[in-house]
């Protein structure tokens, strides 16, 4: 799950070079998951 996350960080931040927005979006949809 987590690597999945990192592996679309990686090209996201790649790609636009502002993806901490995403991320974070990530961890907190992961967050309310659990």
């Known amino acids: ?7 679309l960080w990686e ?8 993806g901490w927005a995403l991320y974070i979006y990530f961890l907190m949809k992961l967050r309310n998951q659990y």
């Open 11 to 18: 090209r996201i931040s790649n790609g636009y070079g502002c």
């Open 1 to 7: 799950m987590y690597k999945i996350v990192i592996i």
